[in-house]
């Protein structure tokens, strides 16, 4: 049983490879849309950062955080959003896939089906993102080896969670209907709340930023990590993370057979 499961996650790193490697091929025939959007994204990240610095510098700390905490935010954040979105570009789009019927192409190519809708796609932004939020680590005043080998680690386990959030909340999709203008924006929610100092959050908000928009896993308790290592924390980020990934693939493939059964009629006009 181990074997087939190694085997199994081999075919699927070997898929994604492949899918990424063709995808990349692809958007390099449009040298100028890729570079202006992924400079775009560097852009955009960058004014959004100049306004915290604005900030901290009228008011200093914030609940412990200052600029090197915000740019260990911004660069765990933006870093695990970019490999997500890079690596498995259609999770913020599965809910409309299935309402207009895009998934039926999927359905007859082997298995597993979500592995192949998942890095079938990528995001030319989020590629800046990625960029971006990796040169970001290095001036966040927490730099060492062991600090970089787990913020790697850290921002992996990001993606993997961003990626098992989407999906999950769009395989809802499956029992009612068209979810995509919840599905679309719920899920985007975990990177406007993950863009915060952890201290602004109180009481209800905290219990939000823990369960239903998991904030919490994907950026402040990664940068708890950094700044102070501890295997307990790091123990309860694994385990919350693989809570994700698997209610999303749980949710995901039972909501398929309802799709393959017919319960889910899509109209193509």
């Known amino acids: 049983m181990k074997t087939f499961r190694l085997m ?14 063709f995808n990349l091929s692809s958007q390099m025939e449009y040298r100028g849309n890729f570079i202006l959007q992924t400079v775009g994204m560097v852009i955009n990240d960058v004014f959004l950062l100049f306004f915290w610095w604005i900030l901290f510098q009228k ?16 660069s765990i954040t933006t870093f695990s959003f970019g490999i997500s979105m ?10 409309r896939m299935i309402m ?13 089906v979500l592995s192949h809708i998942l890095v079938s796609r990528i995001s030319l932004s989020a590629l800046g993102d990625l960029v971006f939020g990796f040169f970001l680590f290095f001036f966040s005043g927490y730099l060492s080896l062991l600090n970089f080998l787990l ?6 386990m990001g993606a993997v969670l961003l990626c098992a959030y989407n999906v999950l909340f769009h395989s809802f999709t499956f029992w009612y209907g068209d979810f995509t203008a919840v599905a679309e924006v719920v ?17 209800v908000s905290k219990v939000i930023i823990q369960t239903v928009i998991p904030a919490m896993y994907f950026s402040f308790l990664p940068v708890r990590l950094i700044k102070e290592f501890s295997i307990f ?9 693989t809570g994700f990934v698997l209610a999303a693939h749980i949710v995901f493939y039972k909501g398929l057979k309802r799709y393959e059964s017919g319960n889910l009629i899509s109209k193509k006009i």
């Open 151 to 156: 913020f790697i680690l850290l921002g992996v």
């Open 8 to 21: 199994q996650s081999i075919k699927k790193f070997r898929l994604m490879i492949r899918y990424l490697k």
């Open 100 to 112: 207009t019927g895009e998934i039926d192409s999927f359905l007859i190519l082997p298995r597993p």
């Open 233 to 241: 924390s790091f123990l309860f980020l694994l385990i919350a993370d």
């Open 59 to 74: 008011v200093g700390t914030i609940k412990d955080y200052g600029m090197n905490e915000m740019l260990l935010v911004y």
């Open 187 to 203: 899920p985007d929610s975990i990177i406007t709340f993950s863009l915060n100092p952890e201290g602004i959050y109180t009481s």
């Open 86 to 95: 890079t690596l498995w570009g259609n999770q913020s789009l599965i809910s």
